[in-house]
């Protein structure tokens, strides 16, 4: 099955997940771990099936007797991302991030989309927060094609409600959130006595009130769980400095700094990070 080169990579990167986790294993799989790590994927052990489900090339699927073991070792190697071992094995990809559970919001394309791909390269299970559902879905159905783990999730920023439930889904999905990136903006571009109130309103919802409905929804996760997290807001040089044409962006971005500096003393005692980039 597979090449030599994608069986023995596959085989390391086995070893070197289940290694990780050996004290998570049952006895009779540490005891593989040194002999035959691929015999762990037919495991029985409710613990074991858990650390396979997150195994290289696995993609969450399990076996579920004895009889399906060529299958899973088949289906395994055609999923593992070789290239990605590569890099990873290189530097290219460090995975700092492994195991650690990323919101990003206007993740569905752009900037937001890179930022969540490169998470998921890392190794962060990455929610694709969006107003375009759809958008969304598609994106992270990329991300898991490619070895990554992700989930589509439909988020208004601006709305109380529908921020509530896309958190509540991420923490049902991934167990936590570790990252939020509340990446989700607009332009509007006026001279400002032509500024509409609507429009002013509504590029301070999208970049100010969604920084903070994002923020407020996965603090309480953060703080529980004793894992501390990482809040980032996009910024920009509008942060610091001025433009014309654009007073409420400008405004906003400047805003971002004041609510990073306000969540960076808060959370420093639940190991909560803030930052502009």
Known sequence: LGDAETRAAWR????????????????ESRERLAKNPLRILDSKS????????????????????????FDTVQRGLES????????SRDGAITMKLRDKAAIVTGAASGIGKAIASRYALEGAKVAIADLNKQAADATAAEINAGGGRAIGIAMDVTGEQSVADGVAATVSAFGGVDILVSNAGIQIVHPLEEFTYDEWKKMMAIHVDGAFLTTRACLPDMYRSGRGGSIIFMGSVHSKEASQLKAPYVTAKHGLIGLAKVIAKEGAKHGVRANVI
């Open 12 to 27: 390391d990167a086995l070893v070197a997940h289940f290694s990780a986790h050996a004290d998570s294993l049952s006895a």
């Open 46 to 69: 409710e613990g074991d099936r858990e650390l396979v489900a997150t195994a290289p090339g696995i993609d969450a699927f399990l076996t579920s007797d004895a009889g399906q073991f």
């Open 80 to 87: 593992f991302d070789l290239a990605r071992y590569r890099a």
